[in-house]
């Protein structure tokens, strides 16, 4: 049964490239004719495909002409003809797929073809890289071909202004980094103004890297975040003090799933340092959380290899899959906090989330998604699951000539890196290039110490030197070159081989430890013998390496220790031992696909609750209407709830909180009283509260000169409330989040129990949005010079100079509140607490 699962897949694959195949060789048919017509003519080929594709023309119906187009066009312009294998990965593109193709391939020109096909449309092409030297440096090189056929070619920086940014994304092509096409979709759905936006409806993306953006960075979801009270910011050093104050009796960790937490003798000491009966009293939960970060912080988080330090004294992530400081990125939850008081430099304070996304949802909501790497086929099922996405290998151009030796394995550390220092020197003496790959930056740095040592020279790139990245990896193939890298290892950047060293046996790439996934280490090995050119790679592991410690088969130590492998000399090299490494990687590799899927499941719920609040949002912005019968909508469904909620107690006491309610957000206190309301039953109650509001409303918005007053007055009103109680929502979500997850313990499934709260939750945040709509647009001091500021992104505070809520004795002068609790619901019945609402100092 397997055998023939396993035979029907290959056969699938063979089906499927001789289609491409042949449909490749369709492309090629065009070369003469393409060839014979001149510079001006290839030219107005595009003009011709834009005026057949607006005449009903579909896309995949001039793909075979626009594809000839593009290799005649790239041949003039950039000198380069792409190759069969080329064309076939960019019919896989433009299917929205993504090709398989190895280093060396030539995916940057491959990308060429789908994406101008694409352009045609005039919907916009988004080009995503890694970083923004990519972006730019293939923005600049590929736009030369764009722009000779007749295309608009935009690079969207993060430096860039909102103006600058805009023309970006209203060009054809846009090239970008993943990042910033997130954030840039944040801040779209967070201006007050349509003229403010600067991005276009999500047409079509080829991601370059793709495994590394939708996969690696998956589980980190993008934040903007406003800044919070630094009143706290003690507490972290509080906390730090007392954890460095531990010895290891009074902590336990636990490697496999890096958690950590107080032992008994922790607790008393904890208790102590803050002079407390009970540490988990109720009111400590605060506390415990500062003092559980401070412990990760110290303990799990390692300096080089999670985080470093910069110049400018600030903890920079260090992202574990590229190696690269992770800019403008800060851990969550307070624990970026806690390692900048246990590193002593400032810390920063805690921040609000205002809006966020995870790459997941960002990248399903184009109509049309494809990606290319050298690297994924290990990652197809999440791709196909989570993106509707498939993987095909395409062949190399030539034969790959690179020998891959098996894993090399040794007892310790020490052992190992005196094996792989004699193999860099070996390698150096008789000129042969050298590429050494390395985890973390700690591990690279060592090693450099260790090659100084031995008099080896050679470059080091990491997290710390990042920005020559480009000039030492296009020297790496030089004769006698020497290059340390961390798991980036210039992904985009062509090793080339020098002269004299393909005889020498062409590059040599190194690695002194498996990465948790596969794919990382088929990375690595892949910069070495691009487009047929020799090469070898080796890995080096010992019993000490992380890897081999947290998922480790017990299988190979007890080996080991049966042969009585324990000298300098003692390694294994066996093909059991590479199967043991891979398969302790799956399943490292599937608890991290498990993760990656349940932050998508999270996201989920947010992501329909963001859908219909962005949309909303953007009808508000864009309406060229009045939204009187919106908002009057809101104000009747407000009543309809609060009338709801007291029919629960007596008549006598129902209708007293009603009235109050009338008197503080509805009506002016004289104008309704309890006579009035006492004779009506609850359905007429509704019609006569609605009524009065309709009179306030015509009163109030009476006050404003013209209808383009209003509709200013209108938008500012419903965009104020929305983005603050979005806001807050979003932060309770966080809160929710964290707290399902110990509902697990109760055999409770935590992401049913967060849908389920999320659905209430989004619903009382919709109540609240009427509710404070109501109220603002009946108590609202108004003056006619309505206008809608343009509120600064970063504090999110969407508000308005003109709107003045009303005062608390006016909004009823029976409500007291003298010796109210700050923590406790406000007396005005906002559903606020006090001390954010009449509290308010």
């Not at 506390?287 to 903890?315: K, S």
């Not at 100084?452 to 296009?474: D, T």
Request: aromatic fraction near 8%; charge should be negative.
């Amino acid at each position: 049964m397997v055998t023939n699962i396993l035979r029907s897949l290959v056969e699938n694959d063979k089906g499927e490239l001789k289609k491409l195949e042949k449909m490749a060789d369709k492309v090629i048919a065009y070369a003469d004719e393409m060839a014979a017509l001149s510079d001006a003519e290839l030219q107005a080929k595009t003009d011709e495909f834009k005026q057949r594709y607006q005449a009903g023309e579909s896309l995949d119906s001039l793909l075979y002409e626009a594809y000839a187009v593009v290799r005649e066009a790239s041949k003039r312009v950039l000198g380069l003809y792409p190759y069969p294998v080329q064309i076939m990965g960019g019919i896989v593109l433009h299917n929205g797929d993504i090709p398989e193709m190895r280093t060396g391939e030539g995916k940057t020109l491959t990308a060429t073809m789908p994406v101008y096909l694409n352009a045609l449309a005039g919907e916009g092409v988004h080009v995503v890289t890694v970083n923004e030297y990519l972006a730019t440096r293939d923005g600049e090189e590929m736009g030369q071909l764009y722009s000779w056929l007749g295309l608009s070619v935009g690079i969207n920086l993060a430096a860039k202004s909102s103006f600058e940014k805009r023309e970006a994304y209203n060009c054809d092509i846009t090239y970008s980094t993943n990042s910033e096409i997130g954030f840039d979709y944040l801040r779209d759905n967070m201006v007050v103004r349509a003229e403010d936006m600067v991005q276009r409806p999500l047409n079509f993306a080829l991601v370059d890297e793709v495994d590394s953006v939708l996969i690696d960075e998956a589980r980190t979801p993008l934040i903007v975040s406003g800044p919070q009270s630094s009143e706290t910011n003690q507490l972290y050093f509080l906390a730090d003090n007392l954890v460095k104050s531990l010895n290891q009796d009074d902590y336990i960790i636990d490697v496999p799933s890096k958690t950590i937490g107080l032992s008994d003798s922790g607790i008393d000491k904890a208790e102590s340092f803050f002079r407390l009966e009970n540490l988990y009293d109720i009111e400590n939960v605060a506390l415990t959380h500062f003092i559980d970060n401070a412990l990760r912080a110290n303990y799990i988080m390692t300096y080089d290899v999670d985080y470093l330090v910069n110049e400018n004294q600030e903890v920079m992530i260090i992202d574990p899959f590229t190696g690269r400081t992770m800019e403008g990125r800060r851990y969550s939850d307070g624990l970026h906090q806690a390692i900048e008081a246990k590193e002593g430099v400032p810390v920063q304070n805690e921040s609000k989330t205002s809006a966020s996304i995870t790459y997941q949802n960002l990248f399903r909501m184009y109509k049309k998604l494809a990606g290319m790497t050298g690297t994924c086929k290990t990652e197809e099922e999440e791709f196909r699951e989570i993106y509707n996405i498939r993987v095909v290998q395409i062949p190399t151009n030539r034969p790959i000539a690179r020998v891959d030796h098996e894993d090399l394995l040794y007892p310790s550390l020490e052992y190992k890196f005196n094996a792989v220092v004699a193999d860099v020197k070996a390698r150096y003496e008789k000129g042969q290039p050298v590429l050494v790959g390395t985890v973390a930056v700690e591990t690279s740095d060592y090693l450099s110490k260790r090659l100084v040592a031995a008099g080896v020279p050679h470059e080091v790139l990491n997290a710390k030197n990042h920005y020559r990245e480009a000039q030492i990896i296009m020297n790496a193939g030089q004769r006698g070159a020497v290059t340390i890298a961390t798991n980036m290892a210039g992904r985009g950047t062509d090793i080339k081989l020098g002269p004299g060293v393909r005889e020498l046996g062409g590059l040599c790439v190194i690695g002194t430890e498996r990465h948790e996934s596969r794919r990382i280490d088929n990375q690595l090995r892949g910069r070495s013998g691009r487009q047929g050119d020799p090469g070898e790679s080796q890995f080096y592991l010992s019993l000490e390496d992380e890897l081999m410690k947290r998922f480790g088969s017990e299988r190979i130590k007890a080996f080991m220790e049966h042969m009585n492998l324990s000298e300098e000399d003692s390694v294994i090299k066996s093909r059991v031992l590479t199967r043991q490494v891979e398969s302790a990687q799956k399943r490292v590799e599937g608890n991290n696909y498990d993760s990656r899927k349940q932050v998508l499941q999270y996201d989920d719920v947010m992501r329909e609750q963001r859908e219909i609040i962005y949309s909303q949002r953007q009808d508000v912005i864009t309406a060229d209407r009045d939204l009187a019968p919106e908002i009057k909508a809101m104000i009747k469904r407000t009543i309809e709830r609060q009338i709801a909620s007291h029919k629960v107690g007596s008549r006598e006491e129902a209708l007293d909180a009603i009235l109050k309610f009338a008197h503080m957000n509805l009506v002016a206190e004289d104008s309704l009283s309890l006579a009035d309301l006492e004779s009506l039953n609850y359905n007429e109650i509704e019609e006569e509260l609605y009524n009065r509001a309709l009179q306030v409303y015509d009163s109030q918005v009476g006050k404003l000169r013209d209808e383009e007053r209003i509709r200013e007055f209108q938008k500012v009103l419903i965009l104020r409330v929305v983005d603050n109680k979005w806001t807050d929502h979003i932060d309770a979500m966080d809160q929710l989040r964290n707290a399902v997850s110990l509902r697990g313990y109760a055999q409770n499934n935590p992401v049913v129990e967060y849908q389920s709260e999320a659905f209430n939750m989004f619903n009382d945040m919709i109540g609240a949005i009427e509710f404070d709509v109501t109220r603002l647009m009946m108590k609202a001091q108004i003056h006619d010079n309505i206008e809608r500021e343009r509120a600064s992104q970063e504090a999110h505070t969407t508000a308005a100079k003109n709107i003045i809520p009303a005062k608390g004795n006016q909004a009823g002068k029976n409500v007291s509140f003298e010796g109210v609790e700050r923590n406790a619901p406000c007396p005005c019945q906002s559903g606020k607490k006090f001390k954010n609402c009449h509290g308010r100092k």
